[in-house]
């Protein structure tokens, strides 16, 4: 049974209970979830939406977006997620892949592509907007639009009204489609000559959906925090209540929102939740379980977690896009861990875990995704990460990050990877962040490493006499450096290596 069934039921079998409740504090009911979801499935298909139709989807987090995107694959439409804000250029690459024949966005976003002013406005604020009225696949017919938000100069004239979609009548569905289609698309990386994005059905997305809710009991009368779908699908089909934060919600704020609506979950990115404790240091009694997941989460930040949150389960998620999730381990497990590497917790059942010859971490599972767009299908997704297991060989163990391929240093004969050393570093006292960085040597071809860390200013002195007993001699830095942060980038606000060499540069 795909997500979508199994939310439809779900709201079936209990529709005056409370499903959502939005940043502004409205409340969505299962039952007019379940209406809503099948008005928008119903209409898309009277107005001509084919299986296997893509959706370029431009919506930010709402109730308004939840339903527009289950009732795109209610339908059997395919939800696009493209990010306009990527920029022209690689945002027409992934137009070219992806080959939507629809686009679906706020009126706002429309209005702002295409009247002069406000894209003069947006370029001075940096950002670059695509001319989403008038896209156009070459070779494919007309673009079919869909606004969200009342209508606004800019918006296509024959664009269909979310609001009128999801108010319509509809009929009751019949047999559950076909598992195996295709059920969204997420760009993740890649460069403007080759866009990368994975592609994932509709029962992979229901597979990762169960193994959240077996890790993680929910059920009616439970309170799950967060902006994060695939967080708030379980949330809603074992009957709890989303709650969603607004858009660009302050820290204080978003910890008064948990409080006032009595959360049992939430979920953070590690970086948001320091900001969150900065903000308010006690984190709400009814709390159960507090999720950390999207990056990795330093010892400093788990502590705190622990220390907010006394009588909660603190959890760190390992995830992929293209397999979610791998591996959940708590935060007394993770700081307990003393050797090398970062412990990512027992791989969930059903998740298989493999060490390829040369240190790769390869993950296979009914949650994997079909593959990346254009490619031949996945059996087994290569990660990037160098990772070992624990355990005797063929009795399973947990899994322990070493480092990711791309990051590795070269100093002399000597293979450097980060993420083998952060996790030690970052667990010394003082430390609140670390991160090693490789800053080239143009006269020798080697790299001269830099440790980067967050905390007092006096701190390079006592870690110089520290380190030595806590990772390898080849391994200790040319330089430390203390920052006031680390720069970070996109949503989920993870660490830019990039950017951070350029910081520590001579």
């Not at 429309?110 to 002069?116: F, M, N, P, Q, T």
């Not at 059920?183 to 959240?212: E, M, Q």
Request: overall charge neutral; hydrophobic content about 45%.
């Amino acid at each position: 049974m795909t997500l979508v069934q199994r939310l439809l039921d779900q709201a079936a079998a209990a529709p005056a209970e409370v499903a959502l409740v939005a940043g502004d504090g409205a409340e969505l009911t299962y039952g007019d979830l379940r209406r809503r979801v099948l008005a928008v499935r119903h209409g898309l298909l009277s107005a001509g939406l084919a299986p296997g139709d893509g959706v370029l989807f431009s919506v930010r987090p709402s109730p308004e977006s939840l339903v527009l995107a289950l009732g795109v694959v209610a339908a059997g439409g395919v939800v696009v997620f493209a990010d306009p804000g990527a920029g022209p250029e690689m945002f027409t690459a992934r137009l070219r892949l992806a080959r939507p024949r629809w686009s679906a966005a706020e009126s706002v976003l429309y209005a702002g592509s295409r009247l002069r002013p406000v894209r003069a406005y947006a370029r001075r604020r940096g950002l670059l907007l695509p001319n989403l009225a008038d896209l156009q696949v070459p070779g494919a017919d007309p673009m079919r639009h869909i606004h969200v938000g009342r209508r606004l100069p800019g918006v296509p004239g024959n664009a269909l009204s979310f609001a009128r979609l999801a108010s319509g009548d509809a009929p009751e569905p019949g047999p559950d489609e076909d598992p195996g289609a295709p059920a969204a698309v997420i760009f993740t990386s890649g460069t403007t000559a080759d866009p990368r994005a994975v592609v994932h059905t509709r029962a992979s997305l229901a597979a990762a959906l169960d193994l959240f809710r077996a890790r993680l009991p929910l059920g009616p009368g439970d309170v799950v925090h967060t902006d994060q779908l695939m967080l708030g699908l379980p949330t809603l089909i074992a009957g709890a209540r989303w709650s969603m934060p607004p858009l660009s919600c302050p820290p204080g704020r978003f910890a008064r929102l948990m409080r006032d609506r009595g959360a049992t979950h939430v979920f953070c990115v590690p970086v948001h939740l320091a900001d969150v404790l900065d903000a308010s240091p006690e984190l709400p009694p009814t709390l159960r379980h507090v999720l950390l997941g999207a990056a990795p989460a330093p010892p400093a930040i788990l502590r705190r977690a622990v220390a907010a949150a006394p009588s909660a389960e603190v959890l760190s998620v390992y995830a992929m896009t293209e397999i979610l999730p791998v591996a959940i381990a708590s935060a007394e497990e993770k700081l307990a861990h003393t050797g090398s590497g970062d412990l990512l917790g027992a791989p969930l059942p059903g998740v298989g875990a493999r060490i390829a010859d040369d240190g790769e971490l390869l993950l296979s599972g009914p949650n994997l995704c079909r593959g990346y767009l254009g490619a031949a299908p996945l059996a087994e997704l290569p990660t990037g990460d160098l990772a070992r297991l624990d355990g005797a060989p063929g009795h399973g163990g947990r899994l322990i990050l070493m480092g990711r391929k791309k990051d590795m240093l070269i100093r002399g004969k000597f293979n450097l990877y980060p993420g083998l050393y952060e996790p030690a570093i970052a667990a010394l006292p003082d430390v609140a962040e670390a991160a090693i960085v490789g800053v080239p040597d143009p006269g020798t071809g080697d790299e001269e490493v830099v440790l980067a860390v967050v905390g007092p200013a006096d701190l390079p002195a006592r870690l110089r006499r520290a380190l030595p007993g806590v990772i390898d001699h080849d391994a200790l830095p040319d330089r430390i450096v203390v920052l006031d942060g680390m720069p970070r980038s996109g949503r989920t606000r993870k660490l830019d290596r990039a950017r951070l060499r350029e910081l520590v540069s001579p």
